[in-house]
């Protein structure tokens, strides 16, 4: 029976479903049918895979072929199923043997001249064969994603011809070379360095406990006074991601269709959109889902420079991911889910005009201005630090040498391990049970902290989001218990409340 079956994998979000390439050769006039729910660029490989087949050297069968794409309510996109189509066309018409297509997955595009060309998103693929054990033959040039897995079974081929002799037994496909340390440190960028900052030794140390508990944390203050150098800076601060994380975070890459450097595998993702970033930008969708930015950051830092300049309605899309760590993206034909646990840092003015000292604004202006963030997502920061304007003469007056980011990244790198060893989770995911069981807190202390939220008038959620951070400053200071002015500490991190409340008070 001229039949033949090829397997393959779909790509839905960052899961790599199975997918079978049916063919089948019968009597009739010659024709092409491609069935399974294809999209435009699946139905385009009918053309591509008849070319590849003729300019490779085999003869293509001038029969009724039908090309089944199984389940067939799985939406199919891409170039990535050209050579799976080819190869079952090759099976069935008996030019290559059917048995040496079984255990194995074929994946990758087609050029007209036969060659095999590179498909982007292929990482969950590997992944998923891996876990089946399978026998995967992807193109040569998704080499650096099949290196970053490390999985021994997956063969790189280059044409169709050659693929051809490896299944007729007569040659060998590449493959992972036994031992590769591919793994490098991550790049560092030494010029970014904390000691470049004059001054600021508040928004410094807001930094510190920021990075040691993975708080969020909003830089307020007028412009040139180094918000965004700051923020830039927090990279060096951060411990380099382990492998599983590496992969997670390589896997969102590769599936919204960016190219991994095995150099920056373990580094920390920092992404920076623009203010002009659509919600579907920054959380993720289209009409084929992809991560968003927030995905992109994940275990890593979102900075959204000029917060206030993004249109509100997009900053709050970005409230439930913060608190689930997750994004579900739900269409018609699919519901995929992203992880999206990234560290938020924003920046922005405290005023339409820049200033709020000597401010060209009213404060009712000013009020306006700030309201463009609203309440719930202004509680998700746990610190809100002012970055004034330095001082006269800061800028020309000798300065003592200040600390490096190296020292600094030392200090947040035992504290992270200390809260680790606690409670399995930094100090940013502890649960409320957690605090009162690990937190170490006095009830005296606690009872202090209530009475100043609510003078503050700030919600249950910033009474625990202050308990966290106090924990974080006791666990840079190397404390087993948190003490009074270590909360006392946490409650001055809270610019943005001072600003408001003085604005009311002017009215």
Known sequence: MAIACVATRANKGVDAPAVTVEVHLSNGLPAFNLVGLPETSVKE??????????NAGFEFPMRRITVNLAPADLPKQGGRYDLPIAIGIL??????????????????????SGHIRHCPGLLPVIVEAQKQDTHLVIPLDNRADAELVGFNKVYFATHLQGLSEYLHGQTRLPGIEPGLEWIQAPDIDTHLCFSDVIGQYQAKLGLEIAAAGNHNLLLLGPPGTGKSMLANRLMQLLPPLNYDEALEVATL??????????????KRPFRNPHHTSSAVSLVGGGTYPKPGEISLAHRGVLFLDEVAEFPRKVLDCLREPMESGEVVISRAAAKLKFLSRFQLIAAMNPSPCGDIDNAR?????IQRYLSRLSGPFLDRFDLTIEVPRLPAGALTKPEPSAETSASIAQRVKMARESQLARAGVLNSDLTGKQLKQLGHFKQADLLFLEMSINKLGL????????????????DLHQSVTVERRHIAQALGYRAMDRLLHSLKAQY
Do not use: M, N
């Not at 604004?361 to 202006?365: E, H, L, R, S, W």
């Open 253 to 266: 890459h590769s599936v919204a269709g960016q190219s991994i450097d095995p150099k920056s595998f373990y």
């Open 91 to 112: 099976a069935a018409s008996k030019q290559i043997p059917k048995q040496a297509v079984k255990d194995h997955e074929f994946i990758g595009e087609l050029a007209l």
């Open 459 to 474: 919600s249950v959620r910033s009474y625990h989001r202050l308990q966290r951070v106090a924990r974080t400053i006791a």
């Open 361 to 365: 604004a009213t404060p009712d202006q």
């Open 45 to 54: 490989a009918k053309e591509r895979v008849r070319s590849a087949i003729i």
